[in-house]
Nanobody, 124 residues
Framework: QVQLVESGGGLVQAGESLRLSCVASDNTFSMYAVGWYRQAPGKERDFVAGVNWSGSNTDYATSVKGRFTISRDNAKNTVYLQMNSLEIEDTAVYYC?????????????????WGEGTLVTVSS
C-alpha cells in the first residue's frame, strides 16, 4: 500500500505560480507512473498531467499545456507539479495518484493509489 501526500496548495492571484509536491511513503513509488488530477466544485475529477516511472515521458491536458510542468525525483519519492500563469479556472483540489501497472495515467479508473488532495485557489 503506497500512501501519497500532496502539499503546496494555497491562495494565489491570477498570473502567479505554485509548485505542488506529492510525497510517497514507499520506495516502490519509483516503479509507478504518476498522474496529477484536479476536481473543481460540482465537477468531475479531470486529468491534468502524467509522468512515467523514470520521468522521461510526460503528458498534459490541453488546458494546462505550456503552463504546467510535471517532474519527479525518485530518490526523494516525490512528484512535482509546477504551475505557472495560473488562471481562475485552475481553482480546484489537486490530487496525485499512482497508476496500476499497464494502466494509463490519464484515466482515473487506472489509478491504484490516491492522495487526499491539496486545494489551489486562484483569485482575480
Amino acid at each position: 500500500q503506497v500512501q501519497l501526500v500532496e502539499s503546496g496548495g494555497g491562495l494565489v492571484q491570477a498570473g502567479e505560480s505554485l509548485r505542488l509536491s506529492c510525497v510517497a511513503s514507499d520506495n516502490t513509488f519509483s516503479m509507478y507512473a504518476v498522474g496529477w488530477y484536479r476536481q473543481a466544485p460540482g465537477k468531475e475529477r479531470d486529468f491534468v498531467a502524467g509522468v512515467n516511472w523514470s520521468g522521461s515521458n510526460t503528458d498534459y491536458a490541453t488546458s494546462v499545456k505550456g503552463r504546467f510542468t510535471i517532474s519527479r525525483d525518485n530518490a526523494k519519492n516525490t512528484v512535482y507539479l509546477q504551475m505557472n500563469s495560473l488562471e481562475i479556472e485552475d481553482t480546484a483540489v489537486y490530487y496525485c495518484a499512482a497508476a496500476r501497472p499497464g494502466s494509463s495515467w490519464s484515466q482515473p479508473d487506472g489509478m491504484a493509489y490516491w492522495g487526499e488532495g491539496t486545494l489551489v485557489t486562484v483569485s482575480s
